[in-house]
């Protein structure tokens, strides 16, 4: 992202509308069939000793002759119907059947604000939570009346349906029955100007009770920070009389415990169902904590783990604004991606730099504002178990989830430019060396690779533990294999590594594609090919065993992160800046052999070398 998103933005009305290429955008295309196996072979070649990757082979010969050749022809003649063939099942199977806490699928981060404008500083809360709605509303706004620049990659469009999901719209816990599962779903009620009206109220938490303004005064036009805190410092003083239920820690514990709590509040009182109503079409959520955490470490670890007394974890957008003003946005995962996310933050990040936080403002006339409502609960003694149930039932992760977010200093994208590498190349080779050096074996890892040139395209897997780049890893901890020859493999290594990222990005890989026929399997009430139950499958990462999850955040100032996939594994996200690479990474404290520190300083080692490699021997790049 650059400054050219604001030219493009103060000449909105010559720019095409956000959503206007949405329904253009070609269909999600199925992979071959004989190209996915291929390539699901490839993935699982380092993972597995040669016997067991000769019965993987032929279970996956078996596969293509056999019930995936059925099957594959099934999933084609879905796609000649629907756009998007993965949409649905992605959405139900992967997040909204997802029946464990949220906490292991949101996504959370700091907001890079505090570095320039708002450092800590104890007392700025509501100077922080009033610029930080602001500037918020006006993205929002900006979506409403479809001024944001469609998103591209060159010339490519890329889908913007994800925007619409970072606003009004909450996941809401139910039980209803898809295909033997349990799932929640989804309430969507962001409107563009010119599909309707849209709620623009905000819902702020405070001392374990919760509260609603609306976003615009009387006459229509958005508030001003100073308006905005006018009205935080009314929630505030009030909230500070009596402490509240703190209702939202209903929304941290296992999915059915609240789908059943919630269907109690709504058979109590009428007032819950208002309330409730309130809390799940409002723009976003904020949420005024006591807490002062010191520094991006703490706002993360914070962010994460911290008690939900004041916070709605089902909400797509929540800000939790500490009171030294630091700040650390959580997300639930299942209507948007994180690149969204980061646009919201670069967003606001560009707009409060040339004003240092203090855009121009109106007097304050209270006249012209609604007036803040209470949002109040009727609870009984169930309801109170329910939320003493859902403590425990989060308690059991954020306690045991352990996490850092570093700064690597040595060099950046601009070194790495120079010598013609492609930086996010760099970081996840970086990270294969890293793991192997730590554990001497290869991990299995997730990269996030973008689908969004395809109608309402996500996400696909890119698998980057591939066998060129662990024989690279290999060489590099050899001290007998020559310079040149380490080189020649890391130039190999990452020469495959944009092979497979391209063909991904262009809806080619192969774990979406599995994923498509073993939902037809599940749909049909047929038995599960051995295929999806040989050991190699979980092994190279398959259902959600990825050792290492990982995500480049971008080349802003943008970092967060997500809990690791599996027990003995890490998430490993970063981005990437001229002259710096900053990476988040988390780990499980009760698996004994992984150290978020430890993995760190092993990145930092393995980038070390690599940089110390190129340098020694430049002439063989």
């Not at 036009?221 to 209702?247: N, V």
């Not at 604004?321 to 690149?339: E, K, Q, R, W």
Request: neutral net charge; charged residues 25%.
């Amino acid at each position: 992202m650059s400054s050219k998103l604001f030219d493009k933005l103060n000449n909105a009305d010559q720019q095409e509308r956000t959503f206007s290429r949405d329904d253009t955008l070609p269909s999600l295309p199925v992979p071959d069939l004989e190209r996915t196996l291929d390539k699901y072979l490839s993935s699982v070649r380092p993972h597995v000793a040669e016997k067991e990757y000769h019965r993987t082979e032929f279970l996956a010969r078996q596969f293509a002759s056999g019930i995936g050749k059925q099957l594959h022809q099934q999933l084609l003649a879905k796609a000649r119907k629907e756009k998007n063939w993965l949409e649905t099942w992605w959405e139900n199977f992967v997040y909204l059947a997802f029946r464990e806490p949220l906490v292991l699928s949101n996504f959370a981060g700091p907001g890079p604000y505090m570095h320039h404008t708002f450092p800590a500083r104890s007392g700025s809360q509501l100077e922080v939570a009033s610029a930080i709605c602001f500037f918020t509303l006006e993205f929002w706004q900006a979506l409403r009346e479809e001024k944001w620049p469609v998103d591209t990659a060159g010339e490519t469009a890329f889908a913007m349906h994800q925007y619409r999901g970072a606003f009004n719209t909450c996941r809401i816990p139910e039980k209803s029955q898809w295909l033997s599962f349990p799932k929640d779903r989804l309430r969507r009620e962001f409107r563009t100007a010119q599909e309707g009206p849209c709620p623009d109220h905000i819902v702020v938490m405070c001392n374990g009770r919760a509260f609603c303004f609306r976003g615009q005064n009387k006459d229509g036009q958005l508030l001003t920070p100073d308006e905005i805190r006018h009205l935080l410092e009314q929630i505030k003083t009030e909230a500070k009389r009596s402490a509240g239920p703190g209702i939202g820690v209903l929304t941290g514990g296992h999915r059915d415990n609240w789908a059943e709590a919630r269907e109690h509040l709504l058979a109590l009182d009428r007032r819950n169902e208002r309330s409730l109503d309130a809390i799940e079409t409002s723009a976003f959520c904020m949420a005024l904590s006591d807490l002062e955490p010191a520094d991006e470490n703490e706002v993360i670890r914070v962010g994460m783990t911290d008690s939900l007394r004041d916070r709605w974890q089902d909400k797509s957008l929540s800000f939790n604004i500490y009171a030294n003003g630091l700040v650390c946005t959580d997300c639930d995962h299942s209507p948007f991606d994180a690149m969204v996310l980061v646009a919201l933050s670069f967003f606001q990040e560009h707009r409060m730099l040339p004003c240092k936080g203090k855009p121009y403002s109106r007097p304050v006339d209270p006249s012209q504002l609604f007036a803040v409502q209470e949002l109040t609960f009727t609870i009984d003694s169930k309801i109170e178990a329910a939320m003493q149930l859902a403590v425990s039932q989060r308690h059991k992760y954020t306690s045991d989830l352990d996490m850092l977010t570093q700064r690597f200093t040595g060099f950046g994208k601009s070194w790495l430019k120079a010598q013609q590498f492609h930086p996010d190349v760099f970081c996840q080779l970086a990270l294969q060396l890293a793991y192997y050096r730590t554990y001497n074996r290869p991990g299995c890892t997730y990269e996030t690779a973008t689908t969004r040139k395809f109608y309402h395209g996500r996400t696909e897997t890119m698998r980057s533990c591939t066998p060129e780049a662990v024989e690279w890893a290999q060489s590099m901890l050899n001290t007998s294999v020559p310079d040149a020859e380490k080189l020649q493999k890391l130039k190999h290594a990452a020469g495959t590594h944009m092979k497979l990222m391209g063909e991904a990005q262009n809806g080619l890989g192969c774990d979406r594609h599995l994923l498509g026929l073993y939902m037809l399997c599940l749909e049909q009430g047929l038995a599960i090919p051995e295929l999806y139950q040989d050991p190699s499958w979980t092994k190279s990462g398959g259902s959600g065993n990825f050792v290492l999850s990982t995500s480049c955040t971008g080349y802003t100032a943008c970092i967060g992160g997500v809990t690791p996939m599996c027990h003995h594994g890490y998430g490993a996200f970063y981005r990437i800046g001229d002259h710096e690479i900053q990476f988040f990474v988390s780990d499980w404290k009760s698996y004994p052999e992984t150290n978020s520190r430890k993995f760190f300083n092993s990145i930092v080692q393995s980038m070390e070398d690599m940089k110390a490699l190129m340098v020694r021997a430049p002439s063989h790049l």
